[in-house]
């Protein structure tokens, strides 16, 4: 078992006073086109929900997946935060789609129909078993350009605990599932005639998200070799329990710009829906503007630490003798 990192240093990395233009994340075009109003709104009447399945640890091949740029050491660790440095006030919402080597997940098809209804950008980190278990929902996701996708694991591997063979393995499997479903896209476009709307969806994803917010110092290593930032929160969505009216208010709050909210895609925990539907008016009265993480990152400095946990340091150490193997569900 490797050394857990409990190292709070923090550091300030970047700095520009706006937001600036970033890579678009998708085709409102091609979403439109693959997926008119009834066929994309289809899957929200077929809510899935979560089930047990036969242990599957089989992955896809990964030396499909183009070397990224591995990152300067200014970005090894955890980013929980902004410190904003426009007038405007930023905050990113990002969802989890968990799956384990034993389970299918399920997917809260009415939490994304209301982010597009209101038209609010999130960022997703989706779990590389999640997309091949939903390939329809997660091609949807990956198009539609109000969303960006970020990479949380192949069965959400413990990456405190878990051996640098089996990081690659969560890391690499997930950006191949990733491209694989990309590449049916790219096909299909191209037989609509639509092939340069690709140019809009990224490669790739850039992003990672740490399963049970857990790290150590070869992981974070390895995250910054395959060139995948490291983006955890400062904040936990109020997911657990039904949120009340007064309880949303004082999440909001606490909130300032630069905020990194943490809440999740799929049926656990089960209250993600009735938590936005409070939070996102709320967040609008006070003047927030919600954008992705990757446009948050544009408007500050990021605040990078070199630990993972929920709420406080060590808070999430108990998570490591859970949830099976290294956490992906299997037991042996």
């Known amino acids: ?34 997926w008119p109003g009834d066929k994309l709104t289809s899957s929200y009447g077929g809510v899935l929900n979560p089930q047990k399945a036969a242990v599957d640890e089989s992955m896809p091949d990964y030396s499909i997946v183009p070397e990224l ?22 905050v990113a919402i990002t969802l989890d ?12 098809s009415q939490v994304i129909k209301y982010l597009r209804d209101q038209n609010v950008p999130a960022t997703l ?4 078993k999640w997309m091949r278990s939903h390939p329809d929902i997660a091609q949807q996701l990956i198009v539609d350009p109000l969303f960006e996708i970020g990479n949380h ?49 990224p490669p790739q994803p850039v992003l990672f998200r740490l399963p049970y917010g857990r790290c150590n110092d070869v992981s974070l290593q390895r995250l910054q070799h395959f060139g ?11 997911e657990g329990y039904p949120a009340t009216q007064s309880a949303c208010e004082a999440f909001v709050d606490k909130l300032h710009s630069g905020s990194i909210v943490l809440l999740h895609g799929n049926h656990v925990p ?16 006070k003047g927030f503007t919600c954008v992705t993480v990757s446009t948050l990152l544009e408007t500050g400095t990021a605040v990078v630490i070199q630990d993972g946990y929920f709420v406080k340091p060590a808070d999430n150490l108990s998570l490591d003798t859970q949830f099976g193997f290294m956490g992906t569900g299997v037991r042996k």
């Open 97 to 108: 789609y968990c799956e384990l080597c034993t389970n299918v997940n399920g997917y809260q």
């Open 125 to 128: 980190f989706i779990s590389g």
């Open 270 to 285: 089960k209250h993600t829906l009735s938590f936005l539907q409070k939070v996102i008016p709320l967040l609008r009265q």
């Open 228 to 238: 995948l930032k490291v983006i955890q929160w400062n904040h936990v969505g109020l």
């Open 69 to 90: 740029p591995s990152l300067s050491d200014r970005w090894r660790g955890t980013i929980r935060s902004v410190h904003s440095k426009s007038a405007a006030k930023y």
């Open 153 to 201: 694991a192949w069965s959400h591997a413990n990456f405190g605990i878990a051996p640098v063979d089996l990081i690659e393995q969560q890391v690499l499997a997930t950006q191949a599932q990733y491209i694989l479903l990309r590449d049916q896209i790219a096909q299909t476009a191209l037989s609509i005639g639509m092939g340069d709307e690709m140019s809009l969806i």
């Open 1 to 34: 078992m490797f050394k857990t990192c409990a190292s709070v240093c923090l550091f300030l990395i970047g700095s520009i006073e706006t937001v600036g233009a970033t890579p678009s994340s998708g085709s409102d075009r091609l979403l439109k086109r693959l």
